[in-house]
């Protein structure tokens, strides 16, 4: 029978019962001496299920990718990021939009902050219908929400991407026929008074371009689209004018950002434009 040595059988004894483990140490609580601020420090590109309001639907299940950040003082060497994850599944599994403010202050209390930042940055279907044939694919576009929670207040950003079909004026008034079209992305960043909805955004965006994108489009649908931005010819800096006249027209919108970038079909480069409001 083989005989363990003593340091053998001491390295398989178990712990006593009842021994108290020794303490960890609280690195991050530490004093830092460089006095200096850290005005967001947190985690990002966390992904997890959430559930928007959907006008057509009443809500949407979409996967957002996260991130939560709080300022720390300039006496605290690090914050505690595993805290950030337990205030995010505190809420359950899945996030409801009306938590966002929730979070913020839950961030807040959590980590000892003044400030709490949240951003999610997330796929957002809607259904469409071919103008023609009238089939139906769905479209996906791109949404996100920037809230910054200051003591009490809370401050909140709507951001929406979409991609529209834009057709070259210049193009058209030269050529004998046919004009150069490309696709373009939009995007448009609000503050308002009252909830916006996505869709409306949306909207307001296609509404802008030479043609709104479709999933779907059959022969007919295709000649249609085509036509109808031959007939809507913009520059990117008429795309962002009239996405901004709709956007002075709404009475609920305080601030607005929009910026369009084309991505040129006979250029080596892109066009881009910007306006912002406030």
Not at 57 to 82: C, W, Y
Not at 146 to 158: S, Y
């Given at each position: 029978m083989l005989k363990l040595s003593e340091t053998e059988r001491a390295r398989r004894v178990p712990p006593r019962a009842g021994k108290a483990a020794a303490p960890l140490h609280d690195k991050q609580s530490e004093r830092d001496h460089r006095e200096l601020r850290i005005d967001k420090v947190g985690v990002r590109g966390l992904r997890f299920p959430i559930q928007?309001?959907?006008?057509?639907?009443?809500?949407?299940?979409?996967?957002?990718?996260?991130?939560?950040?709080?300022?720390?003082?300039?006496?605290?060497?690090?914050?505690?990021?595993?805290?950030?994850?337990?205030?995010?599944?505190?809420?359950?599994?899945?996030?409801h939009v009306e938590n966002i403010e929730d979070i913020l202050h839950a961030m807040q209390v959590k980590l000892n902050a003044a400030t709490s930042h949240l951003e999610m940055e997330f796929p957002f279907f809607l259904e469409k219908k071919a103008p023609v044939s009238g089939m139906t694919s769905v479209m996906d576009y791109t949404a996100r929400f920037d809230a910054t929670a200051i003591g009490k207040e809370i401050d909140?950003?709507?951001?929406?991407?979409?991609?529209?079909?834009?057709?070259?004026?210049?193009?058209?008034?030269?050529?004998?026929?046919?004009?150069?079209?490309?696709r373009g992305e939009v995007t448009v960043q609000i503050r308002s008074t009252k909830a916006i909805w996505i869709e409306d955004l949306i909207a307001i965006v296609e509404k802008s371009a030479s043609s709104e994108l479709y999933a779907l489009l059959k022969r007919q649908d295709e000649k249609a689209v085509t036509e109808r931005a031959y007939e809507n010819p913009v520059f990117v800096e008429d795309l962002v004018r009239n996405v901004a006249t709709r956007l002075n027209k709404h009475r609920d919108v305080t601030w607005y950002k929009v910026e369009a970038e084309n991505y040129e079909s006979i250029h080596n480069h892109n066009a881009y434009a910007c306006i912002e409001k406030g």
């Amino acid at each position: 029978m083989l005989k363990l040595s003593e340091t053998e059988r001491a390295r398989r004894v178990p712990p006593r019962a009842g021994k108290a483990a020794a303490p960890l140490h609280d690195k991050q609580s530490e004093r830092d001496h460089r006095e200096l601020r850290i005005d967001k420090v947190g985690v990002r590109g966390l992904r997890f299920p959430i559930q928007i309001r959907d006008k057509a639907r009443s809500l949407q299940n979409t996967v957002a990718t996260i991130g939560m950040f709080v300022d720390l003082p300039k006496e605290f060497k690090g914050t505690h990021m595993s805290r950030f994850i337990e205030v995010l599944n505190a809420h359950g599994n899945i996030v409801h939009v009306e938590n966002i403010e929730d979070i913020l202050h839950a961030m807040q209390v959590k980590l000892n902050a003044a400030t709490s930042h949240l951003e999610m940055e997330f796929p957002f279907f809607l259904e469409k219908k071919a103008p023609v044939s009238g089939m139906t694919s769905v479209m996906d576009y791109t949404a996100r929400f920037d809230a910054t929670a200051i003591g009490k207040e809370i401050d909140f950003v709507l951001t929406v991407k979409a991609n529209v079909t834009t057709l070259c004026p210049c193009s058209k008034a030269i050529s004998q026929y046919g004009a150069h079209n490309q696709r373009g992305e939009v995007t448009v960043q609000i503050r308002s008074t009252k909830a916006i909805w996505i869709e409306d955004l949306i909207a307001i965006v296609e509404k802008s371009a030479s043609s709104e994108l479709y999933a779907l489009l059959k022969r007919q649908d295709e000649k249609a689209v085509t036509e109808r931005a031959y007939e809507n010819p913009v520059f990117v800096e008429d795309l962002v004018r009239n996405v901004a006249t709709r956007l002075n027209k709404h009475r609920d919108v305080t601030w607005y950002k929009v910026e369009a970038e084309n991505y040129e079909s006979i250029h080596n480069h892109n066009a881009y434009a910007c306006i912002e409001k406030g």
